[in-house]
């Protein structure tokens, strides 16, 4: 996720200072595994508790979250090329040799909803890449750090 950026959106008019309880809507889609989700919400959860706000039945913010995945690419080539030229004819062949596997480019998408209002307050898409074949262990390393990325401009700087 080093190599992931993030955008963010909200709403201007909001006291983002009044908000102090979070929870996920129930029926979130987020397009992920099952266990995707759960590192997820683990990450968020951590996140948003060393910040300060707690997790609540009734809460003020309602978190939703979605992931678009796109194609499978090699992480890395090796590029080898051949060229000769004179005159006026040139000829040239080139190729790539995958290395270090595949990733999955991937779009994270997160929003805060206030929970009595429903309206969206907050909004942040990250893009970025995992590895095809991450370990579980890998896997909550890369949500912990994109999650942390993404909540980094939660709440705004006025």
């Not at 990250?126 to 074949?133: H, M, P």
């Not at 942390?148 to 700087?157: E, I, S, V, W």
């Amino acid at each position: 996720s080093c190599g992931t950026t993030v955008n963010y959106d909200y709403d201007k008019q909001t006291d983002f200072s009044s908000y102090t309880t979070y929870n996920y809507f129930p029926d979130i889609d987020s397009g992920l595994s099952e266990l995707d989700n759960k590192r997820i919400v683990k990450a968020t959860d951590s996140i948003m508790t060393l910040r300060g706000f707690t997790k609540n039945e009734t809460p003020q913010i309602l978190i939703n979250f979605f992931s678009k995945e796109g194609a499978l690419r090699p992480k890395n080539t090796i590029r080898i090329g051949v060229g000769s030229g004179g005159g006026n004819v040139g000829v040239g062949v080139s190729g790539g040799i995958p290395i270090g596997g595949y990733v999955i480019d991937q779009q994270v998408t997160i929003d805060f909803v206030s929970g009595p209002e429903d309206e969206l307050i907050w909004h942040a898409v990250s893009n970025g890449a995992i590895k095809e074949k991450a370990t579980p262990k890998q896997k909550e390393a890369h949500y912990f750090k994109l999650i942390n990325k993404m909540l980094k401009g939660y709440p705004p700087k006025k």
